[in-house]
């Protein structure tokens, strides 16, 4: 029959791969409540209704009990919640399951290389997923940057408006989440990612979208923008500043985005100065940043491409090397170009001499003909019209043109520098975690088990470290006066009986065996003996030799009588341990309360007793009675049980004690920790070289 602990850890391990599937971001509400997309809702409640049993705080100590127990509330919210709203349940699967749209950043990158290097990633441990590329949009003032980036992400969030809402970075960081539909705009410190703090709150606000809506309106993102603005710099502030330290933040968790992340940067200005000066430090900020791919958004509508003052600063402050082999370049506003087809087909036929420089691609786009038209309609409306276009001029028959062009080019981009620079710099990164934590975890030394091979060894270790320690300053008698060193704790005894202080204390770095202990009375330690006769040589007379020679019998019986043996022997095994170099480490491991208690068991079988034994040596005087006393504690405890840790006997009774070799709590748990981590290095680093194949899967098909 199973030992209950063994139950105990079993119930243990299944509620950690369970919550483990729970709070996985990426479960879906059928996932997280464990049902089939077809369960019924009698079904789905029974399942909720379990689970929350199982993990409510009354009866499940887990730690993550509190957020099991809220993740599954909230899944079965989704599903329909205790009134069964199919409607909801319906429109959380339209979200979660949705069909792929034609022109969405989801349905060209999910699909594609970066879409299957995100299934790769899904593989990376918890806690060592590395950080993806992001997308900058740059170029000048009033170029269409955001009108760029909403398409890209098939999300109106970018405000539009001029004036402030283009004058600070504003990111937006999506996050693939089945079972989530909300937005929350931010003020953030771009130093170190911390939420701006206004008026002791948090500048942040939530936006839960019911249903099937997909944005929060352009404008009120603009207006929360506006009032994070007049919180820092106040109501007067100027239109044209620009926040260098600030940025803002409109996260995007939903079910059918990616995982990545778009900022755009304010248009570069020539005029005023300061705002010149601000926006060419933020861009070049940037620019110089590694894991950055580039769209460089230039104004169609000019007559030359080459001249755009972005062009010099990528070539300039750009990490990558060559400058432009991370950027693409998208010609916005193409339809409002004098010469229509004409002369597009001219700049694309020669994208070098066009723009001076060699990025990926040179793409043109059209730009939204006011809010009237969706980001879908226009997706349409973009084809049809450069349909036209390649019907007028031949030349631009096969050419990348439009939105989709862009999301293909990135998708192309992404695969690339995944390959070639991502994936071997992180390699190179966990690389170097894993030596770290290797040459960490062989500093503990090597796991033990209960064997001959391994007692012998360990005990060698002990023997040699117990006679360096016997041999060292912690055992000291100084030739000086005893006065030259401080008291230490009385340990029993009548009156002027030698004190012993801990191992070390007062120690004399000139001698050897213990330290000194107080003084036990007298001129140099003798018994001062009144004179019997003027002149008289009190020190060598017979009366003061016997006196002498009585009270140093009588402290010799009292301090062999009080101080024991296996308080000795206890202090020389607790230095002993200190023990922590390598092969062994005997600090580690519990080899020093075995010892202890086999002491505890040995020293009557050589002492008699636990005191010290023998008579009074000849030569005993007050004088010589500490040395003589360390000296009997060598000769009748410390060196015989010095002789005995190497002894068979001993093996034998560690053989029989299979804890010595276990480490102590301390080294165990980080032992685990350590290994750990290196199992999930390694899972790392083939999910990486996994990343590598399917980029190279999808290049060979």
């Known amino acids: 029959m199973p030992h209950p602990r063994a139950h105990a850890r079993q119930d243990g391990a299944r509620l950690e791969l369970e919550a483990a599937r729970i709070l996985d971001p990426a479960a879906t509400a059928y996932q997280v409540l464990d049902v089939a997309r077809d369960a019924t809702f009698t079904q789905i409640a029974a399942a909720r209704t379990a689970l929350l049993f199982r993990w409510h705080t009354d009866r499940c100590r887990h730690a993550q009990a509190n957020a099991v127990s809220q993740k599954i509330s909230e899944a079965f919210e989704t599903l329909g919640g205790n009134h069964g709203n199919e409607a909801r349940r319906a429109s959380y699967n339209r979200q979660a399951y949705p069909q792929a749209e034609e022109g969405s950043i989801s349905a060209t990158l999910r699909n594609g290389s970066y879409g299957r290097v995100l299934e790769a990633m899904k593989k990376l441990p918890q806690g060592l997923s590395q950080q993806l590329p992001r997308i900058v949009v740059v170029g000048q003032e009033s170029a269409g940057k955001s009108s760029v980036l909403e398409r890209i992400a098939m999300r109106a969030a970018f405000p539009r408006a001029e004036g402030f809402c283009t004058r600070m970075p504003i990111r937006m960081k999506m996050m693939h989440r089945p079972h989530e539909n909300r937005i929350t705009v931010r003020c953030k410190h771009s130093a170190d990612g911390q939420t701006v703090v206004l008026n002791g709150e948090p500048a942040e606000r939530p936006f839960d979208l019911t249903g099937d809506a997909r944005d929060v309106p352009h404008e009120f993102v603009a207006q929360v923008i506006q009032t994070f603005i007049e919180q820092i710099h106040g109501h007067d502030a100027s239109p044209n500043s620009v926040l260098t330290d600030i940025e803002i933040e409109i996260e995007i968790r939903a079910c059918n985005v990616p995982d990545l992340e778009l900022v755009d940067l304010p248009g570069l200005v020539s005029m005023p100065p300061d705002v010149q000066r601000q926006t060419l430090e933020l861009t070049r900020n940037y620019l110089r940043r590694p894991n950055t791919l580039v769209l460089c958004v230039i104004d169609g509508n000019t007559a030359t491409l080459r001249g755009a003052s972005i062009l010099a600063e990528i070539n300039s402050y750009a990490a ?382």
């Open 320 to 701: 990558a090397r060559p400058p432009f082999s991370k950027t693409i370049v998208v010609q916005t506003k193409t339809d409002q170009m004098a010469g229509g087809p004409h002369t597009l087909a001219r700049r694309l036929a020669d994208p070098t001499s066009t723009l001076g420089c060699q990025p990926v691609a040179l793409i043109p786009v059209m730009n939204r003909a006011g809010d009237g038209i969706t980001l879908s309609d226009l997706v349409a409306a973009e084809a049809g019209r450069f349909g036209e276009w390649k019907a007028q001029e031949p030349a631009l028959q096969g050419r990348p043109l439009g939105i989709l062009s862009v999301l293909s080019e990135l998708n192309v981009l992404f695969e690339t520098h995944m390959c070639n620079e991502w994936v071997p710099e992180e390699m190179r990164k966990l690389g170097e975690q894993k030596m770290q934590a290797q040459k960490e975890l062989d500093g503990l030394g090597a796991e033990l088990s209960n064997s001959q091979a391994n007692v012998e060894p360990a005990l060698n270790q002990v023997s040699t470290k117990m006679r360096n320690v016997l041999e060292s300053q912690l055992f000291v008698v100084p030739s000086r006066s005893q006065n030259a060193f401080p008291p230490a704790a009385h340990t029993g005894g009548s009156q002027g009986s030698v004190q012993v202080p801990a191992f070390g204390e007062g120690r004399d770095s000139q001698n050897s065996r213990l330290p000194p202990a107080a003084h036990t009375g007298g001129s140099q330690g003798s018994v001062q003996v009144p004179a019997f006769g003027e002149g008289r040589d009190s020190q060598n007379s017979r009366l003061h030799t016997a006196e002498d020679r009585i009270e140093s019998k009588k402290q010799w019986r009292e301090n062999t009588q009080t101080l024991q043996a296996s308080w000795l022997t206890d202090c020389l095994i607790d230095e002993t341990m200190k023990d922590d170099t390598l092969p062994l480490r005997i600090q580690r491991l519990r080899l020093k309360d075995e010892i202890k208690a086999y002491a505890v068991a040995l020293l009557p079988s050589f002492l008699g007793q636990d005191t010290f034994l023998g008579e009074a040596p000849p030569d005993l005087s007050m004088a010589n009675l500490r040395e003589k006393l360390v000296d009997a504690a060598f000769e009748f405890v410390l060196a015989p049980f010095l002789h005995t840790v190497t002894s068979h006997r001993l093996q034998e009774y560690l053989l029989g004690h299979p804890d010595w070799c276990r480490e102590n709590a301390e080294a165990a748990a980080r032992r685990t920790k350590l290994m750990k981590e290196i199992n999930a290095i390694d899972a790392a680093c083939r999910a990486l070289a996994h990343v590598t194949d399917v980029v190279s899967a999808r290049t060979h098909t």
